[in-house]
């Protein structure tokens, strides 16, 4: 299972864009990389999903470069309710491994 | 539509007790997982589930066992409780695996706290 590597925390301003990128050196040819969000006494909830390029959503982007072993979520103009820990999540076939996550503190 | 629920929400056992925590989905997902959250930590993937009547061992199995005997439901054992079993445990559900290539979206319960005395 590929390794991820996260920033610990991060600290934003509202309005501002967010970019968080995470580390996966090992990633396989079928990996895809998946990103959570996670609030406190929470599950994780889906946010975006990508394989390579650039993938966009109503709440983010998702940047891949062609060699894969890196990706960074984009999250347009945060706010408060933005904080929250992210989670960068290297797929194979039935099986997941999650990075340690990042804790993003959005403040006014 | 619940999408995934789990049972108990908190529990607290003595070392050595048993114990078995019920993981439902009603969204005919055939993938189903297990994990631990420790504090602080992200999600390890304890077994997971292809399909009814399958599983498989994740990052961390050793010191459970799981079920899965009817599609919708994942049980997941303690047999003897030790301390360190002491985390957050969250059931998810995903469609399948892949769907043409794509990754499906895991849909996460909303966790059970278990403390081991």
């Known amino acids: 299972l590929a390794k991820t590597t996260q920033p610990i925390s991060m600290d934003s301003y509202e309005g501002q864009e967010v970019n968080i990128t995470c580390s996966h050196n090992?990633?396989?040819?079928?990996?895809?990389i998946t990103w959570y969000q996670q609030f406190p006494s929470q599950g994780p909830r889906f946010i975006i999903q990508?394989?390579?390029t650039k993938v966009t959503n109503e709440v983010a982007s998702l940047f891949i470069p062609a060699d894969r072993k890196s990706s960074t979520l984009s999250l347009p103009r945060v706010s408060l309710s933005d904080t929250a820990v992210y989670y960068c999540?290297?797929?194979?076939?039935?099986?997941?491994?999650f990075g340690d996550g990042t804790t993003l503190t959005v403040k006014p | 539509n619940a999408g995934v629920t789990q049972t108990p929400k908190f529990r607290v056992l003595k070392t050595g007790q048993s114990m078995t925590l019920l993981c439902a989905q009603d969204?005919?997902?055939?993938?189903m997982y297990w994990y631990r959250q420790d504090p602080g930590m992200g999600l390890r993937l304890i077994h997971y589930?292809?399909?009814?009547?399958?599983?498989a061992k994740g990052e961390v199995p050793d010191g459970y066992n799981v079920s899965r005997l009817k599609k919708q439901n994942f049980l997941l054992g303690l047999e003897s409780a030790a301390p360190s079993q002491t985390s957050v445990y969250f059931c998810?559900?995903?469609?399948?695996?892949?769907?043409?290539?794509?990754?499906?979206?895991?849909?996460f319960g909303p966790g059970t706290r278990l403390l081991v005395l």
């Open positions: 998810a559900s995903s469609r399948s695996g892949t769907s043409g290539g794509f990754q499906e979206t895991q849909y």
């Open positions: 090992n990633i396989a040819t079928n990996d895809y």
């Open positions: 990508g394989y390579k």
């Open positions: 999540l290297v797929r194979g076939r039935g099986k997941s491994t």
């Open positions: 969204m005919n997902h055939e993938y």
């Open positions: 589930s292809v399909g009814e009547g399958t599983t």
